[in-house]
């Protein structure tokens, strides 16, 4: 498949080719792409009640790439400047580096601080945020990856409370490996806390994936021809099975190839030759590509073999063949 290296280079040629203002499908989790699918905006309204109810404990899972960072991103522009987010997403913090990182978030003194001493310090710091009609809200993205010791330290930050609410919001995200972490019994007075809990799923349907694909197009100023044809959707759909970063990376490699290719439509063919790549990428069995064969035509898969060619570009092909 063609290995052109994304971003700049892509830009520059999507904007020529296509008439984008910017590359469409970026894996980067940008919040003015947020796409407003049922699926987010509840998890959005939860995490928006959670914390201005001051609910305290917050959970989101979902697989890898089904757009847990986005959400967390657009949480952040979404509420009012009366919430101070603390966004943490390092893996490799200990219950003192959690602490410290957001005493010093907060713009509070940790200076030969005890943790002891910090979370004393931050106490005093959400009463008073409290009293002036201000939240906390700590957002741990990856947290699946926290030792737990990091997890058991979060305990003592959500204990910090007053009569009637938790002054501290804590909102953890991750893969489903959260949850059977979570299950420990060194854990479970994290798990027993949780009072919301969102899982996002892949898109379960092509027209969920069709709206999605049209909704990047839209951000980037797109509004020519249709450029993913019905059966391309579907292609798509088959080979991401509706995971929102794999429809990114499959749709980006195909436009990309619809350039060089000098064409302004992607084809089936063209997905089938992008997943191939992805697909060999992730190691999953090259197998499943025969079921792309009845959405290409032959004309279609000689005449691309001929422009690749022509182009002399010998990285345009990969290894597997069309079934057809
Ligand atoms: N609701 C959405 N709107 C627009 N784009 C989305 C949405 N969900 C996911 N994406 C896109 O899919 C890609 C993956 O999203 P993101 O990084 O948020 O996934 P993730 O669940 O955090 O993945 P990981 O488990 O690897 O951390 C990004 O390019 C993001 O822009
Ligand atoms: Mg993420």
């Not at 219950?95 to 106490?123: A, C, F, P, W």
């Not at 990856?145 to 003592?156: N, Q, T, Y």
Request: charged share 25%; hydrophobic share 40%; net charge neutral.
């Amino acid at each position: 498949m063609i290995e052109f290296s994304r971003s700049q280079e892509h830009k520059a040629m999507f904007e020529g080719h296509f008439g984008f203002r910017e590359t469409p499908f970026s894996v980067t989790p940008d919040p003015r792409f947020f796409f407003s699918h049922p699926l987010y905006l509840e998890g959005l309204a939860a995490l928006v009640h959670g914390i201005e109810s001051k609910t305290g404990f917050m959970l989101v899972t979902g697989e890898v790439g089904t757009g847990k960072t986005i959400l967390l991103r657009k949480l952040m522009r979404h509420m009012d400047a009366r919430v101070h987010f603390v966004f943490v997403s390092n893996s490799h913090l200990t219950s003192y580096g959690l602490t410290e990182l957001m005493v010093q978030n907060l713009g509070l003194n940790n200076k030969e601080k005890t943790r002891l001493e910090m979370i004393q310090d931050l106490n005093s710091y959400l009463i008073h945020q409290l009293r002036t009609g201000r939240t906390v809200a700590l957002l741990i993205d990856e947290a699946q990856k926290l030792s737990d010791e990091a997890l058991e330290g979060l305990c003592d930050l959500s204990n910090l409370e007053t009569d009637e609410e938790k002054l501290l919001q804590i909102v953890l995200v991750g893969q489903p490996e959260l949850i059977t972490k979570l299950n420990k019994s060194s854990l479970r007075r994290i798990k027993e806390r949780i009072a919301i809990h969102h899982h996002l799923y892949s898109f379960q349907t092509t027209s969920e994936v069709d709206h999605y694909i049209r909704h990047r197009l839209q951000i980037v100023g797109y509004d020519g021809p249709e450029i993913f044809t019905k059966n391309g959707i579907e292609a798509i759909w088959h080979y991401s099975g509706g995971t929102p970063r794999l429809i990114n990376i499959l749709c980006d490699t195909a436009l990309a190839m619809a350039c060089v290719a000098a064409r302004k439509k992607v084809s089936p063919y063209m997905l089938m030759r992008a997943a191939g790549g992805l697909l060999l990428e992730q190691g999953t069995e090259a197998a499943k590509i025969g079921a792309l064969g009845s959405w290409i035509t032959e004309d279609e898969s000689s005449a691309l073999d001929d422009q690749s060619k022509a182009l002399g570009n010998k990285r345009y092909r990969n290894k597997i063949e069309p079934s057809a």
